[in-house]
């Protein structure tokens, strides 16, 4: 409808929809400017000290409770993710980001790095022979289900299917990809001998001459008609 087809109350609805849209939009780009990219990201010099200490905090007593001097990478990478999420939530070292869009926790998107948890302790089930990582791993699930809860609009909701199958003991865990098996190499071609290649030089020359060219031509050498007649 035509804005001068409108009855007063009409335009006013209209206004009031426009203004909305219009709040609605500098609130977007104002938040455009204040959200940064996940991967420019630069969490504050204090939290950082403080989620790496505890980190390494928490890696000393798992590996000590595995009966090792140091966790190894992968393993690492799990208990850094899991103490550092938790760690986060409970000190709100938070921030909203895009690209991809989400929440960062203690620098990492809580609902992720449950799914690459519980995918990695269902691979590789040693971590959980310490009982200081089954207690914080069973911790940091139901937290980050608490998380999920409250900031639905920035979880996944396929990673918190996992985590709440994971609590209830019905996790599947999923088939490793299938390797792609490689390319047969090409055979590798045959170099012909100096004589099959001069052979197959002669039968080239010999089909581009006209036949009564060679009979004829008094300018070929005898040792040129040999070559060309094969009898050299």
């Given at each position: 409808?035509?804005?001068?087809?409108?009855?007063?109350?009409?335009?006013?609805e209209?206004?009031?929809?426009?203004?909305?849209?219009?709040?609605?939009?500098?609130?977007?780009?104002?938040?455009?400017?204040?959200?940064?990219?996940?991967?420019?990201?630069?969490?504050?010099?204090?939290?950082?000290?403080?989620?790496?200490?505890?980190?390494?905090?928490?890696?000393?007593?798992v590996?000590?409770?595995?009966?090792?001097?140091?966790?190894?990478?992968?393993?690492?990478?799990?208990?850094?993710?899991?103490?550092?999420?938790?760690?986060?939530?409970?000190?709100?070292?938070?921030?909203?980001?895009?690209?991809?869009?989400?929440?960062?926790?203690?620098?990492?998107?809580?609902?992720?790095?449950?799914?690459?948890?519980?995918?990695?302790?269902?691979?590789?089930?040693?971590?959980?022979?310490?009982?200081?990582?089954?207690?914080?791993?069973?911790?940091?699930?139901?937290?980050?289900?608490k998380?999920?809860?409250?900031?639905?609009?920035?979880?996944?909701?396929?990673f918190?299917?996992?985590?709440?199958?994971?609590?209830?003991?019905?996790?599947?865990?999923?088939?490793?990809?299938?390797?792609?098996?490689?390319?047969?190499?090409?055979?590798?071609?045959?170099?012909?001998?100096?004589?099959?290649?001069?052979?197959?030089?002669?039968?080239?020359?010999?089909?581009?001459?006209?036949?009564?060219f060679?009979?004829?031509?008094?300018?070929?050498?005898?040792?040129?008609?040999?070559?060309?007649?094969?009898?050299?």
């Open positions: 409808m035509k804005l001068s087809e409108m009855n007063e109350e009409q335009r006013r209209y206004n009031r929809e426009s203004k909305k849209r219009q709040r609605d939009r500098q609130r977007q780009e104002k938040e455009k400017l204040t959200i940064p990219n996940a991967r420019d990201y630069v969490m504050p010099e204090p939290q950082e000290k403080e989620l790496s200490q505890h980190s390494h905090a928490v890696a000393k007593i590996a000590a409770d595995l009966g090792l001097e140091k966790l190894s990478g992968p393993d690492g990478y799990i208990v850094d993710a899991v103490a550092c999420v938790l760690f986060g939530l409970e000190n709100n070292f938070t921030q909203i980001v895009y690209q991809p869009n989400g929440m960062l926790v203690g620098g990492w998107f809580p609902d992720a790095a449950a799914s690459e948890a519980i995918e990695h302790v269902h691979r590789i089930p040693s971590l959980l022979q310490s009982t200081a990582f089954a207690d914080l791993y069973n911790k940091f699930l139901y937290a980050v289900v998380w999920s809860k409250k900031h639905e609009h920035y979880s996944t909701p396929e918190i299917q996992e985590v709440q199958a994971e609590l209830a003991g019905t996790y599947v865990l999923p088939p490793l990809p299938e390797l792609q098996k490689p390319e047969p190499m090409p055979e590798a071609s045959v170099i012909p001998s100096d004589a099959e290649m001069l052979e197959q030089g002669r039968i080239r020359l010999l089909n581009q001459l006209q036949p009564q060679r009979v004829q031509d008094p300018n070929i050498s005898p040792q040129a008609r040999q070559y060309l007649d094969g009898t050299l």
